[in-house]
């Protein structure tokens, strides 16, 4: 499979007051066509950041790309001129943010804020863009779009919003879609639907999509390939597959048995993770995780564990990893 | 049948979403009575300077000097000065230079403060840092010390007050302007908007300045009052426009310097007509900032 997106040993960090953040600390993936990635972890792991650093939309001052490559059909996107960069995104590369209440222009209408991208970046006449936009609205599964045009985003509900959202990203025909928790602000249903969409469109269309999240959930229905990540690390990756039978992290297993599971016994306690997080400003020698991990052994104290094998595809960043108890998998 | 031919009439629609127009403006009257009151004079204010030739009685320039200092009467209403001008007429005709300059200036003055105050805040940091700083020296100046130190380097004349009247004016909008798109920066919009690869002019004018359109407008309106008061000051003191022209800082700086005592109705009518003005403008810019103001108007 064509690979359309090359992440190397990318390193973002934020140069602030109270010390420098090293909020993406050299993580390597790829991307290939049509493949959908998830990303996941807890807030602050990165996972944003290392979506942002993508479109270099990463605001600096204080933050700044300080390593690594991002190369995205052969492209180095960390060498375009800002004028290039602008010219993949949206166009080349969309996003779709988590917020959809806000990520519309409240006072601009929706057809307008469809047909700028068209204009602005396939030169279509406004008329070609109404109907382009109609067109879009339809696809997404908005009911009367030739109306919907005209209104403006406070007359649609969160779900519709986020539609319009994945319309303009859509409307130039991308090659990859980067969509920042896209459900996280949604109802239940809502997001059901609208992973669903993204899903049925991407594939349709052949668009690659990366999805950060941090709902397991949504990365065992609708992800190819997973990359889990802790304190600005990438610490196990693999298929959803094999990240949710065989977890060969600490933390990819405390995530599992954190999530509540209709089809466990209900008086069963959830284990969730102890502890925090670790502050992104000073971290150890050892590994990140180390802290708060039952499996923790002297090594961990002292040497990082780089990502390693465990089996074919799936590799995890841990020097207990073959040592892990499986209660998932014994469960079952 | 396809989906498309089931259309509701779009104007229908719009009726049952929106109050019919007479009914919202009684609606608006009872809620801002003092709003109201400030666009009436507005609106005569603007009616008299539209209409002048069609209204005044007489030729604002015209002397007449058989009929100098007569006092208000059936003939001449609001009396005439000591060339025997009409003062109505001389009013209203006096309305369009207040009007014209008050304009021109607050439209001015608040738009260059708008595209400042809203680049300033998008670009933040050193751009930021700089732009503010200025203004910060423009504004360590009192208004009116201001418009004069500009008059007495550019000499008198119509458009010399009038970017005088624009300088000082164009900090305080900044400023009040900046205050609100720091916010409109932090919505995710204006990242989507850069994530769509949009350049950074056409966020500024496309997307954000549409947004702090509300603190924009009620800006002019305070500034056209103030911009009027601060005319008549100018004129008054020799640095505006010139005579012969009908201007109320003129007319009352004539009338007050020597006829005060002997002919009243010389200064105080130009000196209401002021008063009345600034007084309209603020009340309607006031009123104006609490309906656009969402958080005032829930209370």
């Known amino acids: ?332 | 049948m396809t989906v498309s031919d089931v259309r509701i009439d779009p104007d229908a629609e719009r009726a049952v979403e929106r109050t019919p127009r007479p009914a919202a403006l009684l609606g608006l009257i009872a809620r801002y009575p003092l709003g109201a009151a400030g666009a009436f004079v507005v609106l005569v204010m603007i009616f008299a300077a539209v209409f002048a030739e069609a209204i005044a009685p007489y030729d604002p320039e015209d002397n007449a000097f058989e009929y100098m200092f007569t006092p208000p009467g059936a003939q001449f209403w609001l009396g005439t000065d000591d060339f025997g001008r009409d003062i109505l007429s001389r009013i209203i005709h006096g309305a369009r230079t207040a009007l014209f300059v008050g304009f021109v200036a607050a439209v001015i003055g608040a738009t260059g403060g708008l595209v400042l105050g809203v680049a300033s805040a998008y670009f933040g940091g050193w751009f930021d840092l700089i732009i503010q700083r200025v203004m910060d020296v423009f504004m360590a100046f009192p208004l009116i010390i201001l418009a004069l130190a500009v008059v007495a380097v550019l000499g008198p004349g119509i458009d010399k007050v009038i970017i005088a009247i624009t300088i000082p004016f164009i900090p305080q909008c900044a400023r009040v302007v900046r205050s609100s798109a720091l916010a409109i920066r932090e919505m995710p919009y204006v990242d989507a908007a850069r994530a769509c690869g949009f350049s950074h002019a056409r966020i500024i004018l496309r997307h954000m300045v549409p947004n702090v359109m509300a603190p924009y407008l009620i800006m002019i309106t305070a500034f056209v009052g103030q911009a009027i008061l601060l005319e008549a000051v100018l004129a008054f003191l020799g640095l505006g426009v010139q005579e012969p022209t009908a201007a109320w800082g003129l007319m009352l700086k004539s009338g007050a310097e020597e006829y005060a005592e002997s002919a009243p109705w010389i200064p105080i009518f130009p000196g209401l007509a002021i008063s009345l003005a600034v007084f309209g403008f603020n009340l309607f810019g006031d009123a104006l900032r609490d309906a656009l103001d969402p958080k005032l108007r829930a209370q």
Not at chain 1, 116 to 134: F, I, K, S
Not at chain 1, 210 to 220: D, K, R
Not at chain 1, 269 to 297: E, H, M, N, S
Request: aromatic share 4%; charged share 20%.
């Open chain 1, 1 to 332: 499979m064509a690979k359309i997106l090359e992440i190397e040993n990318l390193q973002t960090q934020f140069f602030t007051s109270a010390g420098t953040v090293r909020a993406v600390d050299g993580i390597t993936y790829t991307v290939n066509r049509g493949e959908t990635v998830a990303i996941v972890g807890e807030s602050g792991c990165g996972k944003s950041v290392s979506a942002l650093s993508i479109l270099r939309l990463i605001p600096d001052p204080p933050g700044r790309v300080v390593g690594g490559s991002i190369r995205f059909m052969g492209m180095d996107i960390l060498a375009l001129s800002d004028a290039e960069i602008r010219k993949v995104r949206g166009r080349r590369i969309a996003m779709v943010f988590q917020e959809p209440m806000t990520s519309l222009n409240p006072v601009l209408t929706i057809g307008r804020q469809l047909t700028e991208t068209l204009e602005h970046h396939l030169g279509m006449a406004r008329e070609a863009a109404n109907a382009r936009a109609a067109e879009l609205l339809g696809m997404v599964g908005i009911s009367d779009p030739e109306r919907r045009l005209t209104q403006y985003p406070h007359h649609l509900s969160g779900g519709m919003r986020q539609r319009v959202m994945i319309a303009m990203a859509l409307s130039c025909e991308p090659e990859l879609i980067i969509a920042d928790e896209p459900t996280t602000a949604l109802d239940v249903t809502i997001q059901a639907q609208i992973l669903e969409l993204m899903r049925d469109l991407t594939k349709r269309l052949g668009v690659a999509l990366i999805i950060i999240t941090h709902n397991l959930g949504v990365v065992a229905r609708y992800a190819d390939r997973v990359n889990v990540m802790y304190a600005g690390k990438i610490i196990e990756q693999g298929s959803a597959l094999q990240i949710y039978h065989q977890p060969s992290h600490p933390y990819t297993l405390g995530l599992l048995k954190s999530v509540p599971r209709l089809d466990q016994p209900r008086k069963e306690k959830l284990d969730p993770i102890q502890g925090q997080p670790p502050d992104l400003t000073r971290l150890g020698a050892g590994c990140a995780f180390r802290p708060r991990c039952r499996y923790a052994v002297e090594r961990c104290a002292n040497e990082i564990p780089a990502l390693e094998p465990v089996s074919e595809g799936h590799t995890s960043a841990c020097w207990q990893k073959d040592s892990l108890d499986q209660p998932l998998r014994d469960a079952s």
